[in-house]
Structures are given as C-alpha cells and as structure tokens.
C-alpha cells in the first residue's frame, strides 16, 4: 500500500483569522495524530481546494476547473450530450438551520447525511410539487442529492461546510441573476416545512430537514470521460464529488470503515482515501463537543495511520483540513527541530 490520504471535510477555519475553530484548544493533548501532522509534516496550501487535488492525483486534469457537481452527477446521469442539456446540476445538501434574531445559524450537526428512504421521499414528492417547472432532484448514494434547474444558470455559491458556524443567509447568492434561484430557495423551505417526513423525523428526536442548500455548480459545465477500470486507491467516506470521481474511474467509494485497521490489510488497493467528518462524529448528546468529536476521528484514522507508516507499512500519509495538505513520509518524525503546534493550529 503506498499512500494514505485523510480529508477531514467539514473542519474550516473562520476567515480572517490565525486562531483554530472554537473549542479546538482543548484538542491539545487528545489528538496525538493530528498533532504529530502539525508539528512534522510538509504542508501546502490547496488554492483549488481538495477535491480538485484529488482529481489531479488521480491523473484527472481534465477535471481542473470542472463544476464539482457535473462530478457528482457522474453517479447518476446518463453519458453523453443530453445530460448536459437537462438544466443546470447543483449538489443539494440537506440542512438543518437554527434561526436566530438576526440570522441563520448552521453548526456541524446541521448539515445532513439522509439515509435512502427519506431521500427516495423527498425526491418523489419534489417531482410532484416542482416537476412541472422542469426541476428535478436525484437522490445520491452519500446522502446528498443533485438538482437539476431547467431555465437557472449557475451562480456561485457556497458549500455549507464552509458556513459552519456562521450565518448561512449571508452565504446566499446575491444580484439579478442570482434572483432565480433565491425564489426556489424560498419555495423548496415553503415546501419542506410540511413534510410529513420531518414531523417523522421530531417523534425520532432527529433535526428536520428545513433547507436544500445548492451548490458546486460554479466551473466549466462538462460531461466528464469515463474510463476503464484500473489499479486505484480504495475511497471510503460519504462525499459527492468522491462518489462521482470514482464512478468515473469505474469503481465504487464505500462506505467509511469503524477504523483504519479494518482496511489497512488489503495490500492489493495502492492505497486509501478517507473523506472524514467532524459533524458525523458528533453524538447526539448536546453535551458532546467538537474538541471530543476531532478527537475520536484521531484515535480511528489518524493516530493508526503515523503508526502504519511508523513500522514501513505505508510510505506516506497526507492529512487535509482547512484547505491544507500535510504530508508525512518515512522519517518525517525524525525532525525534531520543528516546534509543537496545539490542536488544530498545525491546519491555521
């Protein structure tokens, strides 16, 4: 096995600051992994983020500037011209928005991973209420789903793992030809608070689902070349973009393992991708915290990952959070020179 990658996917730093997300102070001391990374590791900026990273690691440069959502619509649309011809794709993700006196809160645990049944729902129901204006909504594999706007052209807009923690109305797309897609915006919250499906979800104790936040339609609109199967990383996690980029690769991201060890013996993969999240790990209990949540995802994946490498079994790992690519080889840990950096700062 030759490389480990670990994206932790939802862990973004407020703009304009030096500082690690509130909370993650406390990280010191109980994630040795993510630590050892800060301290020891090369690190680089990921100007383009790190799904256009993984695509170019993959030899797909082709991709370069590519929409993120014509990727992941490589799951479920049909090759050739006429998907392209069907309307604008976007990610829709599923939200749970907390509103405020002044604004609308989006935390961790608001941004959803809907299992299929609640998806197959809504998206027969959205065909029913919106079908009719030429949208229509796909459910997809990690939770997520694809719209497609018949008549509304992409605008740039924001992946709500980046609004984490701050006022997802501000997000929203602004001017004219942003107008469009603000008004289905309003229609989709309209149509979602009476679902029958999030009324289920309250008796659950689960968080409704009050938005579907578009976006990734922003890039070159392309129908991306499927190629033939070949010697690949194995990808496990629940990402879009990771779905669709493997799918165009002629093969399958799975589901995300309880740790590594679970997927460190096959020696037939040339390595493995990891798309982690801080929000997955958070529990239920109010009392949990992102310090704890960052925690466990580094005694599963990120502590075992440096031992892997540690005793020869890997020859690197890269860690990415915060649009930052740290890598470890063989050796890395020998740099004794290199100061400590508490919790999540390695990533600032």
Known sequence: ???????????????????????????AGAAPGIESAGRFGQRAALEHGWREWLAHELGRADLAGA??????????????????????PWIATPLHLSAGAARLALDHRGVLRLPPAELATLAADFQDTFGVSGFTLTPLS????????AGIAAVATTEPARCVGGD???????GPAAAPLRRLLAEIEMWLHGQALNEARRR????????????????????PERLAARPMPRAF??????????????????ALPGRLEEVLPDERARGVVLVVEVGRELQPDANDTLARSVARLDARFVSPALEALR????ASVTLIANDTRITLRRGSHLRFWRRPRAGLRGFA
Not at 3 to 27: K, Q, R, S
């Open 237 to 254: 996690g629940a990402d879009p973009y990771v779905s669709g980029l493997w799918r165009l690769q002629a093969d399958l991201c799975r």
């Open 142 to 149: 990690c939770g997520d789903f694809l719209l497609r706007t």
């Open 311 to 314: 005793r020869g079994e890997v």
């Open 168 to 174: 997802l109305a501000a997000a929203l797309p602004q």
């Open 67 to 88: 929409a993120p959502a014509c990727v992941a619509a490589a799951e479920v649309a049909p090759a050739g011209p006429a998907a392209l011809a069907s309307g604008t």
């Open 1 to 27: 096995m030759r490389e480990i990658v670990i994206v932790i996917a939802d862990l973004y730093l407020p703009h304009g600051t030096n500082g690690a997300p509130p909370g993650a102070a406390a990280v």
């Open 204 to 223: 659950r104790g689960e968080p409704p689902v009050t938005s579907l936040w578009p976006w990734g339609a922003e890039g070159r609109a392309v129908q």
